[in-house]
């Protein structure tokens, strides 16, 4: 996408137009952008034909926030930039410890799954899996996992039932080897599924509600 694009987003998110709507006139934009209101009003018109943006015309005032789409392009942004600066070869995801919906056992003990998971991974997992709820501060650096290789799982079908692809993305917890297990036609939620050789709730004596860190290799 066009840097000057990327540009006008990030400044309308530090105003708060990412979550929310946000009472914003090109004048007021043309001060942020270090630009004329004429040109700051052709880069509005701009933003919302790429729909970047969602425009609320009131009485007096416009209103704009950034469109999904918009959201997408900043974290884009963002992964790249973290990559520069912060990444090397891990990175560091917090969470609290919940309840799963009791379907990670049952998928993970498929002997399909199971025999790549040991040949992929290195270890045949626990017949279960660990759920953790990411913090929302590290929601952004999920977003970075999913965007890098891992260990593909791949599918495959029996019983005439269906079982999708996995990427597996190495990682430990307290040096304990493990993997965070993402559906590759995942609904990208706050929540991650981890497998591990050992049952981890009872290796690290933890239970729902503790806070644990997981080291995820990149």
Known sequence: MDSKYTFALRKIALLGGMDDYVVLSSRELGDALEMSQQSASKRILELLDEKLITRDLGA??????????GVDELKQEYSEYRRVFEVNDQITLHGTVVDGLGEGRYYICQEEYMNQFETK??????????NVTVDKEDLNKLDIIRSTSGAVIEGFMTDGRTFGRVIAHRAKIKNIDCAIVIPERSHY??????????????????????????????
């Not at 991974?121 to 660990?130: A, D, M, N, Q």
């Not at 729902?208 to 290799?217: A, P």
């Open 60 to 69: 007096r005032k416009q209103r704009i926030k950034l469109t999904p789409r």
């Open 121 to 130: 991974l290195g270890f045949r997992p626990f017949e279960g899996t660990l």
């Open 189 to 218: 939620d706050s929540t991650i599924e981890i497998v591990c050789q050992y049952h981890l709730r009872r290796t690290l004596s933890i239970g729902n509600g503790n806070h644990i860190e997981i080291k995820v290799k990149i």
